[in-house]
């Protein structure tokens, strides 16, 4: 069931009257009932997985919180650990780890012969596992108590509009909330309503519009020339942000229709300035998930300079592997951790060079922002691409400049579309950016009124609709 | 309850705004010099049609043709067009325009079936088109339920895009064929492929079937071509003579067979269009065959 689909939208209408028709634990029997449901569309093989899963972390989460023996804490914390691992190791990197232990033994001469299975990736595990690993971790770090009720905690970890493709929301944010009522509110219609549409639009016209250009760069490479391969590049990293922060948004916007605050998962990423920024702004669930849960475990900065290298190049390696089984995501996390390695080694002789060949503030911007950005689109296709050997390809012939004529554009319509609305998403964001609109829609009636239709206008003029998945589905 | 009737008159806007807008762009839309709008706008009058895909568009140096044949030609190939559209077109084209003497048919769109989302590009037509708006519904009836709901879906599609890059520079796209070069690489490729073989879609032979007797009821001369493919190419497909004839046979007149007729790799953008170096020599070919003229 995609956010995109008539499906969905049906499901949503009948499941928000149920909601604000109910209140209390019979909200919370709502909210649950229609996050399975959600959930058992895609597959009802895995309702049992995501139930197990819940089972195992408030059990778990329970005995953490009641012991005081410190052994037995950390055992139930480990065991938790273990146990979403290992589903998340077995259905996402089974095969994976087999694969490329085959290859290595080939290489090696070895005679084995290793059997992979035909395993199917439940929808969203990456996310669920990581979210409910947050809970008992802070339950043992004692930064949380644990949720007494069942019903609670099980919504908690399936609610439907995070619950395949994120935001990670940590319990110690969203569990509190779902403990009050939280009755239906204008404002909160409004405000979410906004993002909702605001996602769509990033979607369906900006993201889905995009794929339709780059899906026919990287599907033949081969046919195109330096300038269309790097035009492909480009809007890729539109694409895959407009995707992303697009289902964030529909996430957010719908938790907020129905009262709850979630924290924001995308902060106009492409304007950073450095590549710590631009962890700090890109997946800032995931990024601070990593960072509080294997960085700062590992060590974090706390222990020289060779270590915090290697804490960040782990963690970055680690990160890209979460994102898919495929040594092309390994390499992608490996390219950003070099990056934040080689930002801390030379960052501040740029800031003494800088100052001593007088660059002005807003041009020194200017020049880290289109670094950061370059390089960042550089690992991009590392993840785009089919795989590592294509990436090396695609990047060699774009450094070749072998043919730079920008009538050698293929598609040129499509490309065209895809310019004229990243650049009214670049409008409508540094607006954002200098005048928060989400507040602007409360104050002004007008200014809702037109800036809804005209969302609709365009979703309605330019979105390009079909079976396109969410990029992050399958993660 | 003052959210609500924002929320309710933001809904009433883009209604309003939906039906305004679609009208500005049917407008837009039909100003425009590319070839679908000038067809349902009756703007056309040529002694031969071409048709076929993105192999028709770019077998034909339409300025070349026109004054080397001393005739009025227009080519109303484009990309990924499949017979259905095709016969679709054609019949829109008697309807609204002169009849002409001659339709020259590509014959390789048979290869390819239709896919939805190139039958849903021509629903900015659907205003002028029956045939076009029947076929649509056909593949998918909740496109057709969204353009009722909102007009401007409608022009939601490259097709409309097209029609308005070409209304911004006042140019035809009758000459929209592919300028770049094949690149080495893929000729490389190309030759180190293994066999395939030309596959023809029942639904679509039939379809192309069905524009033939169209255009024979309607007493215009047709010719069949199969254009060019680039030599390493033709070289690998298996049952080329076996698919001309079979063609020849399911349309009951003989396709004329030019797909190995250019034998330089220069002459190609990629595997199966040729360049404008190719399209020239090609299209001086098919005037020298008698097919254009």
Redesign the interface.
């Known amino acids: 069931m995609f956010f995109n689909s008539?499906t969905f939208l049906i499901f949503l209408a009948i499941f928000l009257v149920l909601y604000f028709a109910s209140s209390g634990r019979g909200r919370l029997w709502i909210c649950l009932l229609g996050s399975y449901t959600f959930y058992g569309w895609w597959d009802y093989r895995f309702l049992a997985l995501i139930v197990f899963s819940t089972l195992v972390d408030y059990w778990l989460g329970m005995l953490i919180d009641r012991s005081e023996e410190p052994a037995k804490r950390k055992s139930a914390v480990i065991l938790s650990c273990i146990v979403n691992l290992g589903f998340l190791g077995f259905f996402k990197y089974f095969n994976f780890f087999i694969d490329s232990f085959q290859h290595v033994a080939d290489t090696m001469g070895l005679g084995t012969s290793l059997t992979t299975l035909d395993i199917i990736l439940p929808v969203g595990i990456s996310f669920y596992t990581f979210q409910s690993m947050s809970y008992t971790i802070d339950v043992y770090r004692r930064q949380l108590r644990m949720e007494p009720d069942l019903l609670r905690f099980a919504t908690f970890i399936a609610f439907f509009p995070q619950l395949v493709a994120g935001p990670i929301v940590r319990a110690r944010d969203f569990l509190p909330q779902l403990h009050d009522d939280h009755p239906f509110k204008?404002?909160n219609?409004?405000a979410g309503?906004g993002q909702v549409l605001a996602g769509y639009f990033k979607k369906v016209v900006v993201a889905d519009g995009a794929a339709l250009a780059v899906d026919r760069v990287f599907d033949q490479p081969?046919?195109h020339?330096s300038i269309g391969l790097s035009v492909g590049v480009f809007l890729y990293a539109f694409q895959i942000y407009c995707d992303f922060s697009g289902y964030s948004d529909i996430a957010i916007g719908l938790a907020r229709v129905m009262g709850f605050e979630f924290p924001e998962n995308f902060r106009t990423p492409y304007i950073s300035k450095s590549f710590s920024e631009f962890w700090q702004r890109w997946h800032i669930s995931l990024s601070s998930w990593l960072r509080d849960y294997l960085y700062i475990p590992l060590g974090g900065n706390r222990n020289g300079a060779f270590q915090t290298y290697r804490n960040l190049l782990i963690t970055m390696l680690l990160g890209g592997l979460w994102h898919g089984a495929d040594w092309k995501f390994v390499i992608w996390g490996g390219l950003h951790g070099l990056y934040l390695v080689v930002q801390r080694l030379i960052g501040g002789r740029w800031q003494r060079l800088r100052t001593a060949l007088w660059i002005p503030n807003w041009l020194n911007n200017w020049l880290l922002m289109a670094v950061v950005f370059t390089f960042t689109c550089v690992a991009w296709v590392f993840f785009r691409a089919s795989s590592a050997y294509e990436a090396w390809d695609i990047l060699g012939r774009i450094v070749s400049l072998?043919?730079i004529n920008p009538?050698?554009i293929?598609n040129k319509?499509?490309v065209?579309?895809s310019f004229l609305v990243i650049g009214l998403l670049l409008v409508a964001e540094e607006a954002n950016r200098r005048v928060p609109l989400q507040p602007l829609l409360l104050r002004s009636?007008a200014f809702?009124?037109?800036s809804?239709?005209t969302m609709?206008?365009l979703i309605?003029?330019?979105?390009v609709f079909?079976s396109n998945q969410f990029i992050y589905f399958q993660f | 309850m003052k959210r609500g009737i924002t929320l309710l008159l933001a809904v009433v806007v883009f209604f309003v705004g939906d039906r305004i807008g679609g009208r500005i762009l049917d407008n837009l839309l039909y100003r425009s010099p590319q070839r679908f709008p000038t067809l349902y706008s009756g703007r056309f009058d040529a002694d031969t049609v071409v048709i076929g895909n993105s192999r028709g568009l770019n077998m034909l140096d339409w300025p070349f043709a026109e004054q080397e044949s001393d005739t009025s030609i227009i080519n109303l190939s484009h990309n990924a067009m499949p017979p259905q559209i095709a016969r679709a077109i054609f019949a829109d084209y008697l309807e609204h325009n002169p009849k002409p003497k001659r339709l020259v048919i590509e014959v390789s769109n048979v290869t390819t079936p239709t896919a939805e989302g190139t039958m849903l590009d021509y629903k900015p037509f659907w205003g002028r088109s029956d045939r076009l708006r029947n076929l649509g519904k056909a593949f998918s009836p909740l496109t057709a339920a969204a353009c009722r709901v909102t007009h401007l879906y409608q022009y939601n599609s490259e097709m409309f895009l097209r029609a308005m890059s070409y209304l911004a520079s006042g140019n035809t796209d009758q000459n929209a064929g592919m300028r770049m070069m094949i690149p080495p690489a893929l000729v490389e490729e190309t030759e180190a492929m293994e066999p395939i073989e030309l596959t023809a879609d029942p639904q679509e032979v039939e379809a192309l079937r069905g524009l033939v007797d169209d255009a024979r009821a309607a007493e215009v001369d047709v010719q069949l071509v199969l254009a060019p493919y680039l030599p390493a190419y033709a070289a690998r497909i298996s049952n080329l003579d076996e698919f001309v004839n079979d063609m020849s046979e399911a349309l009951g007149q003989e396709v004329q067979d030019s797909s190995r007729s250019l034998d330089a790799t220069d002459e190609f953008a990629d595997r199966v269009h040729m360049n404008p170096k190719g399209t020239r020599k090609f299209t001086q070919q098919l005037i020298d065959q008698g097919i254009l003229k």
């Open positions: 008539l204008w404002d219609v409004i309503t081969g046919l020339t072998d043919g009538g050698s293929r319509i499509l065209g579309k009636p809702c009124v037109v809804f239709a609709l206008w309605a003029l330019l979105g079909g």
